[in-house]
């Protein structure tokens, strides 16, 4: 399940510093102007999870592979991208092909560090970037519609749907408000997610702070928190700087770097986990003597789309899946341990996956 998180905000905001801290690279070239960053650069990582490593030790396993989830670093957008400013039509392209936006708010005071708007107000800075998307969305839906229109009056069932659902948007839209604020009946979603609007995307508001304040965060962003609330959106404090010095030592270092500055974990891994949650995703477990692995699927997800995850023959010709808590599998040490109390259950085609399952499918060929 190949999925991507936007990481998104106004120049020198420290997007590029978080995604190399994210990659542990310096693919993102993080420079004090504008525009630094010209091409889209896509990060692959893992889902920090610390019962897949639980698993492998009781397993055996050989091999550990955990779940993944790509961040996509864009370039900076200025007032005006949605009518070009800055590359921004490009930019504005790049998100759309991504599931979910990580808003970046500078939550910082630095005067070696410009700001393209001469101040450091992470709320308008958040205005900015909305209205710029919610423009670049008027502007997508309104072209559709003579075309649409036309559709409709020759008697195109689906073209009237998708125009029902483009007037829903455009109503939001032009009340200035995100598409994301739209009450989406279940038959609707597949076609209101084809719109590809910029502001239905879940969002994430990430408040990067100063080295002080990545513990608690400060003023700023606790201001930003509270814009998420009323939004309906999810955030979190992280400090870029910190986790690019924290990515670039050793990993045996780590822990002690981390309890000298107030922290129990680097705040890359609630990052991740708050987008995986953003996403509406959880995991299951496969292990055994070769490998301990995570899966990702979605919340509410049946055994066999789970099984399809690992391939598709796997959903078409399911049988059952034999099934064991987390929990469990721990407690008893492992499959043959939680098979002789009765905790591995035989679940069939109707069973919703529960995250952290541990679980090995049926088949027919």
Not at 82 to 94: D, I, R, Y
Request: aromatic share 6%; net charge negative; charged share 25%.
């Amino acid at each position: 399940m190949a999925l991507k998180v936007a990481i998104v905000g106004l120049p020198n905001v420290g997007k590029s510093t978080l995604f190399n801290a994210l990659t542990q690279t310096a693919l993102a070239q993080a420079a004090n102007y504008p525009f630094c960053t010209i091409e889209p650069n896509v990060g692959d990582v893992a889902v920090p999870e610390a019962r897949l490593d639980q698993l492998a030790k009781i397993a055996g396993s050989k091999e550990i592979i955990p779940a993944r989830i790509s961040f996509v670093d864009i370039a900076g957008l200025v007032r005006g991208a949605s009518k070009g400013e800055g590359l921004g039509n490009q930019f504005l392209a790049n998100i759309r092909d991504c599931d979910a936006i990580a808003f970046v708010a500078r939550c910082f005071v630095d005067d070696d560090i410009t700001h393209v708007e001469g101040r450091v107000d992470p709320l308008a800075d958040l205005d900015i970037i909305e209205t710029e998307l919610m423009l670049a969305d008027l502007e997508s839906l309104e072209k559709r519609l003579p075309t649409l229109e036309k559709r409709v009056r020759g008697g195109d069932k689906e073209g009237a749907v998708t125009l029902r659902l483009i007037e829903k948007a455009l109503a939001l839209l032009n009340a200035g408000r995100p598409a994301r604020a739209a009450q989406i009946d279940k038959e609707d979603d597949k076609a209101w997610r084809m719109l590809q609007l910029l502001t239905s995307k879940p969002s994430l508001f990430v408040c990067n702070v100063d080295e002080a304040s990545a513990d608690k965060g400060n003023a700023l962003s606790a201001k930003v928190g509270e814009r998420a609330a009323k939004d309906g959106a999810r955030s979190v404090v992280i400090s870029a700087r910190i986790e690019s010095e924290i990515a670039m030592l050793p990993q045996a270092d780590r822990a002690d770097f981390l309890e000298t500055i107030g922290l129990q974990e680097p705040g890359l891994n609630r990052l991740i986990r708050e987008a995986y949650a953003l996403l509406g995703l959880q995991t299951y477990f496969t292990a055994g003597p070769k490998e301990a692995r995570a899966w990702t699927i979605r919340v509410g997800d049946t055994a066999p789309q789970a099984a399809g995850v690992i391939h598709s023959d796997f959903e078409k010709g399911f049988i059952r899946a034999e099934t064991i808590a987390f929990d469990d599998y721990v407690k008893y040490r492992g499959e043959a341990g939680a098979r002789e109390v009765g905790k591995m259950r035989l679940e069939g085609k109707e069973y919703v996956v529960q995250d952290g399952d541990v679980m090995h499918f049926r088949f027919t060929s």
